[in-house]
T-cell receptor, first 117, second 112 residues
């Protein structure tokens, strides 16, 4: 079992719905990430939170809105998504996000499989 | 430009038939190289971190090695449960400390 927990495991929503994806880790990690993964493709980085502050936004459309309420939780709020947004959304965390102590492995959850009708 | 290339794209092995997966990278300084295993419908599972050329790491039937231009994941006497997609990712030295660049993966199938 992974130490990064994502809910829900599956989500089907219409293009006008608003929903949220949730991620939780209790490893004391201070960096948390959202990735998008399409079938047979590698994960693509969307957002990075470092010490609960957004540090990287990889030019993600505003219909995706991340939130980090505390060091253990990460949310991804979804609104007015498009069919091409259907994918596996992965959350990850790593220990110390400081530039000088990089090369910390990222640990992934099992993702939320999102389908947009 | 930072780039990661994995080969082969897919590999079918008989149980017990050893082989190697390749990850070639071009980065402006390497902070770390990571190997992950991903099963269908699951998130990537961390396997190894390699930091410097000449380094080797082992775990059960897997052994990862690193040179200045590439990394190999050697699989010795594989079993069907080793079937998965193996992803290589690099963390460049001079971009954000959290950035990982993934290769497209090698889909390994081990036939009983």
């Amino acid at each position: 079992d992974t130490e990064v927990t994502q809910t829900p495991k599956h989500l089907v929503m219409g293009m006008t719905n608003k929903k949220s994806l949730k991620c939780e880790q209790h490893m004391g990690h201070r960096a948390m990430y959202w990735y998008k993964q399409k079938a047979k493709k590698p994960p693509e980085l969307m957002f990075v939170y470092s010490y609960e502050k957004l540090s990287i936004n990889e030019s993600v459309p505003s219909r995706f809105s991340p939130e980090c309420p505390n060091s253990s939780l990460l949310n991804l709020h979804l609104h007015a998504l498009q069919p091409e947004d259907s994918a596996l959304y992965l959350c990850a965390s790593s220990q110390d996000p400081s530039r000088n102590t990089g090369n910390q492995p990222q640990h992934f959850g099992d993702g939320t499989r999102l389908s947009i009708l | 430009e930072d780039q990661v290339t994995q080969s082969p794209e897919a590999l079918r092995l008989q149980e017990g038939e050893s082989s190697s997966l390749n990850c070639s990278y071009t980065v402006s300084g390497l902070r770390g190289l990571f190997w992950y295993r991903q099963d269908p419908g699951k998130g990537p599972e961390f396997l190894f971190t390699l930091y410097s050329a000449g380094e080797e790491k082992e775990k059960e039937r897997l052994k990862a090695t690193l040179t200045k231009k590439e990394s190999f994941l050697h699989i010795t006497a594989p079993k069907p449960e080793d079937s998965a997609t193996y992803l290589c990712a690099v963390q460049p030295q001079f971009t954000g400390a959290n950035n990982l660049f993934f290769g497209t993966g090698t889909r390994l199938t081990v036939i009983p």
